[in-house]
């Protein structure tokens, strides 16, 4: 046995995205892997059968079945392409210039495909100038979006004629959904003249048959919608909303009905006081699903670092958790798929010890059974240790959890031993409890790793959450440091080698910690935040920034200014390592370089480290030379200063 190294990344696989056929017969699924050669991920498409027989079928990922499972959509080289259900391709049905986005989605009667594409505005020339009057024009991950929008298509499933646009405007189109009788199209949208200086999504229904007709639109404008889907009886539309006008992001969405043919909706899940896990426009957010008598439909919900599986009855109006585990050493995540008349489930999931494979259960959760294995005997090789929980009350008397990684090789009776202090992202989100695969690289150096699920995480209610809004960082840092002074009194933690890291979020609490206490001995910040002055006005989350703030930052510049690692760093003397990727737009690449210089004007122990053309999460989505890059810095910096610095 031996413990996880940084080159080992690109030996891991991970399964995703498990489908079964309407029948339960088949499970589509995808497996991602590292091509360190060609530096890039590489996915493809998988169909097993329930004994675990598997073979590959295509290059691509998002399949979806045909309602008559004799077919198969899956997107390639971002374009759709058609298998038989043996795995026989029929050849792409689309050559859409940008790619399309989002899954395949097939109508009723399998004769056509809805998908997403999005639509140049005009025929720009090559390093014209570009002139913008909407907010919205920078995306994470995409780049320039301010020269189109996305809108819906149909495409006949043979292949007959070209793709047909049925959205027009200059709005954005997402998350298409069929009617049961196919005359008509949800999806999510907006009609609003200032659409770009708020969050507000709704569902709108577009009639197939009359293409002039003006759509409707069924919701309340209250807040961000997400993720329609429609009831098989066609009197219902299930879809997410977070009633929250100001952010698509900080406020908890929840479970909503509406009639199909007009009236008010109905929140059916904010009871938990749990949200779903959805993410803003444009993410590709999982719907609901409908049992096949739409007499339920069946959610995901977040339950700390967990999620749980949810089935709502109509008739009754019970809420009942139908799948769901609190252990780490049990399928932690994943969303659960059924079969048409719902006897399979399916769902790809990690635990903390083991990426994501495919697994099958009953239609009541029960009797889960892994369906792969792809990363065996890979993983039978390493030392790997779950983390454990520990709890502690806040001053207003809730639990704050706090997970806690130990080395392999640790005892009870080891020497009290180097921790890095882990700050999550978000702020609103918690700790990836699912194979952490940077947490547990740390714990193999031996760094006993503390991950706290500091007030403001998601996943523990929504006072829990808000508590921190209009104060970032404070109550955070208590959170922390606590957790950190628990294992110090315990023996398990040496307070005079301590560090701490995080990336977005959590590289804006690295800051901050360094610059507001002593207790660190180095710091690492990725994909940071310095100063929420200047990020507000330049992040594609802007919105998210002022409404966690109170407002905008002329409006409360003090409240920016006292809340900004910036205006403290000339305390910040710890040696801190910052990676930050060239094309971020979620936290810009200026936010580090005037972090560096002002610590290198200081002339502190401060490292600059930009990944060309990497977006925000380079780090676990990026080319497997800047994730191997990343985790190679990151483990050296902290065994060096917490370490081999102090012998």
């Given at each position: 046995?031996?413990?996880?190294?940084?080159?080992?990344?690109?030996?891991?696989?991970?399964?995703?995205?498990?489908?079964?056929?309407?029948?339960?017969?088949?499970?589509?699924?995808?497996?991602?892997?590292?091509?360190?050669?060609?530096?890039?991920?590489?996915?493809?498409?998988?169909?097993?059968?329930?004994?675990?027989?598997?073979?590959?079928?295509?290059?691509?990922?998002?399949?979806?079945?045909?309602?008559?499972?004799?077919?198969?959509?899956?997107?390639?080289?971002?374009?759709?392409?058609?298998?038989?259900?043996?795995?026989v391709p029929t050849g792409p049905l689309t050559?859409?210039?940008?790619?399309?986005?989002?899954?395949?989605?097939?109508?009723?009667?399998?004769?056509?495909?809805?998908?997403?594409?999005?639509?140049?505005?005009?025929?720009?020339?090559?390093?014209?100038?570009?002139?913008?009057?909407?907010?919205?024009?920078?995306?994470?991950?995409?780049?320039?979006?301010?020269?189109?929008?996305?809108?819906?298509?149909?495409?006949?499933?043979?292949?007959?004629?070209?793709?047909?646009?049925?959205?027009?405007?200059?709005?954005?189109?997402?998350?298409?959904?069929?009617?049961?009788?196919?005359?008509?199209?949800?999806?999510?949208?907006?009609?609003?003249?200032?659409?770009?200086?708020?969050?507000?999504?709704?569902?709108?229904?577009?009639?197939?048959?009359?293409?002039?007709?003006?759509?409707?639109?069924?919701?309340?404008?209250?807040?961000?919608?997400?993720?329609?889907?429609?009831?098989?009886?066609?009197?219902?539309?299930?879809?997410?909303?977070?009633?929250?006008?100001?952010?698509?992001?900080?406020?908890?969405?929840?479970?909503?009905?509406?009639?199909?043919?007009?009236?008010?909706?109905?929140?059916?899940?904010?009871?938990?006081?749990?949200?779903?896990?959805?993410?803003?426009?444009?993410?590709?957010?999982?719907?609901?699903?409908?049992?096949?008598?739409?007499?339920?439909?069946?959610?995901?919900?977040?339950?700390?670092?967990?999620?749980?599986?949810?089935?709502?009855?109509?008739?009754?109006?019970?809420?009942?958790?139908?799948?769901?585990?609190?252990?780490?050493?049990?399928?932690?995540?994943?969303?659960?798929?059924?079969?048409?008349?719902?006897?399979?489930?399916?769902?790809?999931?990690?635990?903390?010890?083991?990426?994501?494979?495919?697994?099958?259960c009953r239609a009541n959760g029960e009797n889960?059974?892994?369906?792969?294995?792809?990363?065996?005997?890979?993983?039978?090789?390493?030392?790997?240790?779950?983390?454990?929980?520990?709890?502690?009350?806040?001053?207003?008397?809730?639990?704050?959890?706090?997970?806690?990684?130990?080395?392999?090789?640790?005892?009870?009776?080891?020497e009290p031993l180097p921790a890095v202090l882990?700050?999550?992202?978000?702020?609103?989100?918690?700790?990836?409890?699912?194979?952490?695969?940077?947490?547990?690289?740390?714990?193999?150096?031996?760094?006993?790793?503390?991950?706290?699920?500091?007030?403001?995480?998601?996943?523990?209610?929504?006072?829990?959450?808000?508590?921190?809004?209009?104060?970032?960082?404070?109550?955070?840092?208590?959170?922390?440091?606590?957790?950190?002074?628990?294992?110090?009194?315990?023996?398990?933690?040496?307070?005079?080698?301590?560090?701490?890291?995080?990336?977005?979020?959590?590289?804006?609490?690295?800051?901050?910690?360094?610059?507001?206490?002593?207790?660190?001995?180095?710091?690492?910040?990725?994909?940071?935040?310095?100063?929420?002055?200047?990020?507000?006005?330049?992040?594609?989350?802007?919105?998210?920034?002022?409404?966690?703030?109170?407002?905008?930052?002329?409006?409360?510049?003090?409240?920016?200014?006292?809340?900004?690692?910036?205006?403290?760093?000339?305390?910040?003397?710890?040696?801190?390592?910052?990676?930050?990727?060239?094309?971020?737009?979620?936290?810009?690449?200026?936010?580090?370089?005037?972090?560096?210089?002002?610590?290198?004007?200081?002339?502190?122990?401060?490292?600059?480290?930009?990944?060309?053309?990497?977006?925000?999460?380079?780090?676990?989505?990026?080319?497997?030379?800047?994730?191997?890059?990343?985790?190679?810095?990151?483990?050296?910096?902290?065994?060096?200063?917490?370490?081999?610095?102090?012998?």
């Amino acid at each position: 046995m031996r413990t996880l190294q940084p080159e080992d990344l690109v030996e891991l696989r991970s399964a995703s995205d498990a489908q079964p056929s309407p029948d339960g017969q088949q499970i589509a699924y995808v497996v991602t892997a590292l091509d360190a050669a060609e530096d890039r991920s590489h996915s493809s498409v998988w169909i097993a059968s329930p004994n675990g027989d598997s073979r590959q079928v295509a290059d691509g990922a998002m399949p979806r079945w045909s309602p008559d499972g004799t077919r198969l959509a899956c997107v390639s080289n971002r374009q759709i392409c058609v298998l038989t259900s043996d795995g026989v391709p029929t050849g792409p049905l689309t050559e859409v210039p940008h790619g399309v986005f989002g899954p395949p989605v097939w109508s009723p009667d399998g004769a056509l495909i809805a998908f997403t594409a999005r639509v140049p505005t005009d025929a720009s020339t090559p390093g014209a100038p570009r002139v913008i009057r909407k907010l919205r024009y920078l995306l994470n991950g995409e780049g320039y979006i301010g020269d189109g929008f996305w809108h819906v298509f149909t495409v006949p499933a043979d292949g007959s004629s070209p793709p047909r646009q049925l959205t027009s405007g200059a709005w954005h189109h997402f998350s298409p959904t069929w009617s049961p009788d196919g005359r008509h199209l949800a999806c999510v949208t907006t009609r609003r003249d200032d659409w770009d200086t708020e969050w507000v999504w709704d569902v709108y229904v577009f009639d197939l048959e009359h293409h002039s007709a003006i759509p409707r639109c069924l919701t309340d404008s209250s807040g961000t919608c997400a993720a329609p889907a429609w009831s098989p009886d066609g009197q219902w539309i299930a879809y997410f909303d977070n009633h929250c006008t100001g952010t698509a992001y900080t406020q908890d969405y929840y479970l909503c009905l509406v009639p199909a043919k007009g009236g008010s909706p109905v929140d059916v899940s904010r009871v938990l006081d749990r949200g779903c896990q959805i993410s803003q426009p444009p993410a590709v957010n999982e719907p609901a699903r409908w049992s096949s008598d739409s007499s339920t439909v069946f959610f995901h919900v977040r339950e700390g670092g967990f999620i749980h599986y949810y089935a709502y009855a109509l008739t009754s109006r019970e809420l009942r958790r139908v799948r769901g585990t609190l252990d780490v050493d049990q399928p932690i995540d994943g969303w659960v798929r059924q079969s048409a008349d719902g006897r399979v489930w399916a769902f790809a999931s990690a635990t903390a010890c083991r990426p994501p494979e495919v697994f099958v259960c009953r239609a009541n959760g029960e009797n889960v059974h892994q369906l792969t294995d792809v990363n065996s005997p890979f993983l039978s090789q390493m030392d790997l240790r779950s983390p454990v929980r520990r709890s502690r009350t806040s001053p207003e008397g809730w639990p704050v959890e706090t997970w806690i990684w130990l080395p392999p090789a640790y005892t009870t009776t080891s020497e009290p031993l180097p921790a890095v202090l882990y700050f999550h992202g978000g702020p609103h989100n918690s700790i990836s409890l699912a194979f952490n695969d940077q947490l547990h690289l740390l714990a193999a150096a031996g760094l006993v790793v503390v991950g706290v699920n500091f007030r403001g995480s998601t996943g523990f209610g929504a006072a829990f959450a808000d508590s921190i809004l209009r104060d970032w960082g404070p109550r955070e840092l208590e959170d922390g440091v606590a957790a950190i002074d628990d294992l110090i009194a315990e023996g398990v933690v040496d307070p005079h080698r301590v560090g701490v890291y995080g990336s977005s979020y959590g590289g804006f609490m690295t800051n901050l910690a360094l610059a507001r206490t002593d207790r660190f001995a180095a710091g690492v910040s990725g994909a940071t935040i310095s100063g929420l002055y200047t990020w507000s006005n330049v992040t594609d989350h802007w919105e998210s920034v002022d409404w966690d703030s109170g407002g905008a930052s002329w409006e409360i510049p003090e409240y920016y200014a006292t809340h900004s690692p910036m205006t403290y760093v000339a305390d910040i003397t710890a040696p801190l390592l910052i990676l930050h990727g060239e094309a971020d737009y979620r936290c810009s690449v200026a936010e580090a370089d005037q972090l560096f210089g002002a610590l290198r004007k200081l002339r502190r122990t401060v490292e600059l480290v930009r990944y060309p053309g990497a977006s925000h999460a380079f780090a676990h989505s990026g080319p497997p030379s800047h994730r191997l890059d990343a985790a190679r810095r990151v483990v050296d910096w902290f065994v060096h200063y917490l370490t081999q610095a102090h012998r």
